[in-house]
């Protein structure tokens, strides 16, 4: 069956350092990926969309590569700030625009 | 701009009674799609619409309906409230295939 793997333990990180979080898929073969967002008590906000085609997409800080060789998709926070604390989650989209989500990697940047 | 707003933002049920979860977008999306978050299971997939009078079934969809008579609402339907589907509830809409999805701000459902 589909499976979307994110890193279930916190991601702690200092200040000023660069986070990277891992989405690994099995059993998929996506169109596209996404990653969003998530804040405690609300809904998840799109960051950043990288198609099968693409092996890098930046948008300020933020990074994702998409090797659909490995199956992996890795996201770059660069210069983390406690604001970027949140929890990430990596969607995976085939045909009909339906979207499979991974369990999401919480982060906290300490200052 | 609104965006997507689902109401109401939480609720108790008894174990057996039926309610709908309201969602609700004004950016004229057709796509739109109802999801179940769980403590470490991610967001699931419970029904989706295409377009007005078309919708169909997600990852999880027993113990739900859904209808879509107008492009901007896409009621949840539950029909015999059971523990399991104590859960927080998100709706999405999507402009189209393969574009970013924005979602609600939840519903908080706790069936006791």
């Known amino acids: 069956s589909q499976k979307i793997e994110q890193n279930s333990e916190a991601l702690n990180i200092q200040e000023g350092k660069t986070a990277t979080l891992t989405c690994n898929y099995t059993?998929?073969?996506?169109?596209?990926l996404q990653w969003y967002r998530q804040d405690p008590g609300r809904g998840p906000v799109f960051l950043l969309l990288?198609?099968?085609?693409?092996k890098e997409k930046r948008k300020e800080r933020l990074k994702v590569t998409f090797d659909t060789t490995l199956k992996q998709s890795l996201f770059h926070i660069t210069a983390s700030q406690p604001a970027d604390s949140a929890t990430y989650l990596c969607?995976?989209?085939?045909?009909?625009?339906?979207?499979?989500f991974g369990g999401g990697t919480r982060v906290l940047v300490k200052p | 701009n609104a965006g997507v707003t689902q109401t109401p933002k939480f609720q108790v049920l008894k174990t057996g009674q039926s309610m709908t979860l309201q969602c609700a977008q004004d950016m004229n999306h057709e796509y739109m799609s109802w999801y179940r978050q769980d403590p470490g299971m991610g967001l699931r997939l419970i029904h989706y619409s295409v377009g007005a009078g078309i919708t169909d079934q997600g990852e999880v969809p027993n113990g739900y309906n859904v209808s879509r008579s107008t492009t901007e609402d896409f009621p949840l339907r539950l029909l015999s409230a059971a523990p399991s589907q104590t859960s927080v509830y998100f709706c999405a809409s999507t402009e189209d295939r393969n574009t970013e999805a924005f979602f609600g701000q939840g519903t908080r459902l706790t069936v006791v």
């Open positions: 059993n998929y073969s996506p169109a596209y």
């Open positions: 990288i198609r099968e085609n693409e």
């Open positions: 969607a995976l989209g085939a045909a009909g625009n339906k979207l499979t």
